[in-house]
């Protein structure tokens, strides 16, 4: 239960993360022009996105106990050495949930770069 609750977790901070800062970035990139609800409404988004990334960062906090409480359970039936492979094994999840977003996001981004290309490249084709 502890593992899927740290995936859920991890999960839920890197999309919350993401979000805020696309929210952010285009509050940033506001011009004058901009109409006051518009700003109105990012701002609010921000707040709300801010007040979840909180909340999911206490979760987290209460997951890091857990996880101390499971690991001194754990520690009564495991060997030494099973003992630190699930050690490493929990470290490593968050780490490879990171990266494996990370790479979503690179695949992502690489996909709409590849498709504004094509999509540039097409009126030459047509000459």
Do not use: W
């Amino acid at each position: 239960m502890f593992i899927g609750d740290l995936d859920k977790v991890v999960n839920l901070l890197l999309s919350l993360s993401g979000r805020l800062a696309r929210v952010e970035n285009a509050l940033n990139n506001l011009d004058e022009n901009t109409s006051p609800e518009e700003r109105r409404t990012l701002v609010e988004k921000q707040k709300l996105l801010t007040q979840q990334h909180e909340d999911a960062k206490e979760l987290k906090e209460n997951l890091d106990r857990r996880e101390r409480i499971v690991f001194d359970i754990l520690a009564n039936y495991l060997s030494e050495e099973n003992l630190a492979d699930y050690e490493h094994f929990v470290k490593m999840k968050s780490a490879l949930i990171i990266e494996q977003r990370e790479l979503e996001d690179k695949i992502k981004l690489g996909e709409e770069q590849l498709k504004c290309l094509t999509d540039s490249l097409q009126p030459e084709r047509l000459k």
